[in-house]
């Protein structure tokens, strides 16, 4: 692994349904973030974390979970999707919180039905 | 509140020079990002601004005002491939990125 990896890259899912998206940084890097993209609106911060073991919720937080059991993995679950939560899911890492920039993955495309 | 504001598109021509604009409001201030977003990709670090000035960097230089809340992004010798949307974020007290909707720029030959 190179960097920052998310899967799946795209995933078309039933409302109702639980959803787990997947993000791995190989770069061991302190702080991560879940942001999602929407058409004319500017990346939102759902959930971050600033080290292993702990989160912190963002501008978006509702109906979103995340953990942070390792450096390496932030995984993002949605309990129950609703069609509001279709959107591109990018997830970040930097090396801490304070002023370094943030790498991003590749994205989630969720389309929720 | 916390805002970003970018004009939503640009137009330029190849070879030409365009700056795009952001203003922002953060509830404190911890510096300014500047990324480059490719249709269907992920964004890209460009700069960041934490004190007033310009940095330069090859043919992108990225220009803070804190004191007007105002920051710049000047291409040079525009390209086809420079044709991207471009991220303006601030950092804000709790070190988190406010970003703004981007600005779309369309290079025309």
């Known amino acids: 692994i190179a960097g920052i990896t998310q899967a799946p890259t795209s995933q078309i899912l039933a409302a109702g349904r639980r959803m787990t998206l997947r993000c791995t940084q190989d770069?061991?890097?302190?702080?991560m973030y879940w942001y999602r993209q929407d058409l004319g609106l500017g990346l939102r911060l759902i959930h971050y974390s600033n080290t292993a073991g702990t989160t912190g919720k963002g501008e978006v937080p509702d109906g979103y979970s995340v953990s942070r059991a390792n450096t390496d993995d932030f995984p993002l679950t949605l309990a129950s999707a609703v069609p509001s939560q279709t959107s591109v899911y990018f997830c970040?890492?930097?090396?801490?919180?304070?002023?370094?920039?943030?790498?991003f993955g590749p994205g989630t495309r969720l389309t929720v039905l | 509140g916390q805002n970003i504001d970018q004009p939503t598109e640009m137009t330029a021509t190849e070879g030409a020079i365009v700056q795009i604009n952001c203003t922002y409001q953060t509830s404190g201030f911890n510096g300014l990002f500047w990324y480059q977003q490719h249709a269907g990709e992920a964004p890209t670090f460009l700069s960041y601004?934490?004190l007033d000035g310009l940095e330069e960097k090859g043919r992108f230089s990225s220009f803070l005002s804190r004191s007007k809340g105002y920051s710049y992004l000047l291409l040079k010798e525009l390209q086809m491939k420079d044709s991207a949307s471009y991220l303006c974020a601030g950092l804000d007290s709790n070190y988190q990125l406010i970003w703004g909707a981007g600005t779309k720029l369309i290079i025309k030959p």
């Open positions: 601004n934490v």
């Open positions: 770069m061991r890097h302190n702080a």
């Open positions: 970040a890492s930097s090396d801490s919180a304070e002023g370094n920039e943030q790498f």
